[in-house]
Antibody
Framework: EVQVVESGGGLVQPGGSLRLSCTAS????????MNWVRQAPGKGLEWVSF????????EYADSVKGRFTISRDNAKNSVYLQMNSLTAEDTAVYYC?????????WGQGTLVTVSS | DVVMTQSPLSLPVTLGQPASISCRSS???????????LNWFQQRPGQSPRRLIY???NRDSGVPDRFSGSGSGTDFTLKISRVEAEDVGFYYC?????????FGQGTKLEIK
């Protein structure tokens, strides 16, 4: 069974940093691209970042470019999102999602709250 | 960026009646490889999104056959042939033919 599990969310002050983790199982992780998608409270879905299966290609939304860094460790079946210079606008549930175009499996999400 | 525009944003439907959601993109979603990467997702209250349809018209495994997707180019539709109580929630279209990936605003389906 395919599973994607996010962790690392929490409360952080404006200007602070947080690192999200996503651990996958039930499929050959090293063969799949992965994404982070977020959803602010009561709002719609926003794609955040993408990383190719080998890590050789990475994309970011303009809203996070220069502040967020996506990475992966295929030996640990994990993908990460390092988030720096956080603002209140980054408050959201962050989902880890499998696939370059398919977005076929989603985790349960981890809540990031940026507040003083 | 490709703008995805859904309509309606609110959809009250009587149980057993059909429902239809439109999704229009600001540019063609035909990828250079010939595929059209348009996904539909359902998000039930308190749950993560779940993919229903991929590449515009392909239903995912386990998705009831009352759900269907159609369309091409810039104009796409999600149809539910007979709405059931478990269909309540938000529905999003998403394009994955261009960077950045973009979602529609979401359509809230509720029972009338």
């Amino acid at each position: 069974e395919v599973q994607v599990v996010e962790s690392g969310g929490g409360l952080v002050q404006p200007g602070g940093s947080l690192r999200l983790s996503c651990t996958a199982s039930g499929f050959t992780f090293s063969s799949y691209s992965m994404n982070w998608v977020r959803q602010a409270p009561g709002k719609g879905l926003e794609w955040v970042s993408f990383i190719f299966d080998t890590g050789s290609s990475i994309e970011y939304a303009d809203s996070v470019k220069g502040r967020f860094t996506i990475s992966r460790d295929n030996a640990k079946n994990s993908v990460y999102l390092q988030m720096n210079s956080l603002t209140a606008e980054d408050t959201a549930v962050y989902y880890c999602v499998r696939g370059r175009e398919g977005f076929d499996y989603w985790g349960q999400g981890t809540l990031v709250t940026v507040s003083s | 960026d490709v703008v995805m525009t859904q309509s309606p944003l609110s959809l009250p439907v009587t149980l057993g009646q059909p429902a239809s959601i439109s999704c229009r993109s600001s540019q063609s979603l035909v990828h250079s490889n010939g595929n059209t990467y348009l996904n539909w997702f359902q998000q039930r209250p308190g749950q993560s999104p779940r993919r229903l349809i991929y590449k515009a018209s392909n239903r995912d495994s386990g998705v009831p056959d009352r759900f269907s997707g159609s369309g091409s180019g810039t104009d796409f539709t999600l149809k539910i042939s007979r709405v059931e109580a478990e269909d309540v929630g938000f529905y999003y279209c998403m394009q994955a033919s261009h960077w950045p990936r973009t979602f529609g605003q979401g359509t809230k389906l509720e029972i009338k």
